[in-house]
């Protein structure tokens, strides 16, 4: 169960309890919504805001003294990135371990934020107040404090544009400070606009840390970033340690066959982003990626190093 996760509401939790108790589970998610929806008929704000600190303080008690895990559970960058690990000669990057992640799963509906304007009312002043002083209350907290190490939030239609993610991790970043040990990642869905990858880049160059999200893009409604497309993104963006950290080599075959298992079909649509066939099937020479043009080349088609023998 190393580096394993289980993810429950708060208010909910006995069912993700016993999962953890039942298997040694080391970490938890905590999926919580802050307004009454189609998706969550029920919602009160306060009753919420204290699920939060209820589920956490009990984690807390169950990775410290039932599960022998440390009290701390930060990994600072050395410990997660692979690469870093090695230069230092450890040999494999630290899973996480008695680490919790808090999904603020309608935070963006909950703030009634506007389009990326150029004015100072883009969220609701009121209820912005509200979630700072919910965030307030759980960072006093000593148990939240040790804790929670990442803030996650998504939007759950596809109805936000790639500049608000932007802007609600750098809402975020600023509540949620790095120094103070957390991590902010993102979860997008595709909507009519098609702007989920977008959306997984503008949060990074606004303070984020990265996505939480699938490996394909394909989700229960149209569709969501995708965590292999994401890593393309940095490659293309200059960062290198993503093959190697990731070890993306066989990523387009890797992902085949998360498809395969999703859907209960061999029938892999063409045009999935990176491993699709339309991907490799070009129609004309000039718009190869690895040859020809040489602005922004490739030097191979990284997500498909397979020998003969491997496939």
């Known amino acids: 169960m190393d580096g394993m996760v289980v993810m429950f509401a ?130 006093a907290n000593d148990a939240f404090q040790r804790r929670v190490v990442a803030i996650l939030t998504e939007e759950g239609r596809g109805c936000a544009l790639h500049k608000d993610y932007g802007k609600i991790a750098k809402w975020l970043r600023n509540q949620f400070p790095e120094e103070e040990k957390y ?22 160059l606004h303070g984020g840390n990265g996505v939480w999200a699938g490996i394909i893009p394909q989700a229960a409604q149209g569709g969501h970033n995708s965590s292999l497309v994401f890593l393309d993104n940095m490659l293309r963006l200059g960062n290198e340690h993503v093959l190697e950290d990731y070890w993306l080599y066989q990523a387009a075959q890797s992902a085949r066959y998360v498809y395969y298992l999703s859907f209960n079909t061999y029938k892999v649509p063409d045009d999935c982003p990176i491993w699709g066939a339309k991907v490799d099937s070009l129609t004309h020479t000039a718009f190869s990626t690895v040859k020809g043009e040489e602005w922004r080349r490739k030097r191979s088609n990284y997500y498909n190093m397979w020998g003969q023998d491997e496939s």
């Open 10 to 139: 708060p208010g909910e939790r006995e069912a993700g309890i016993k999962a953890i108790r039942d298997y040694q589970i080391p970490n938890a998610f905590l999926d919580l919504t802050l307004k009454a929806s189609v998706r969550f008929e029920q919602t009160n704000f306060a009753t919420t805001v204290q699920n939060v600190l209820d589920a956490v303080e009990e984690l807390d008690q169950i990775f410290t003294n039932e599960m022998g895990l440390a009290r701390e559970p930060w990994r600072n960058d050395e410990e997660v990135n692979r690469d870093s690990i090695r230069k230092i000669e450890v040999l494999e990057s630290k899973p996480g371990s008695g680490e919790i992640s808090l999904n603020l799963v309608d935070l963006m509906e909950f703030l009634d934020l506007e389009p990326d304007l150029d004015t100072d009312k883009e969220i609701n002043p009121a209820n912005q107040k509200i979630v700072e002083d919910a965030f307030a209350q759980w960072k």
């Open 183 to 204: 991590r902010i990642l993102i979860h997008a869905h595709a909507g009519p606009g098609n702007t989920q990858d977008a959306a997984s880049i503008e949060a990074v």
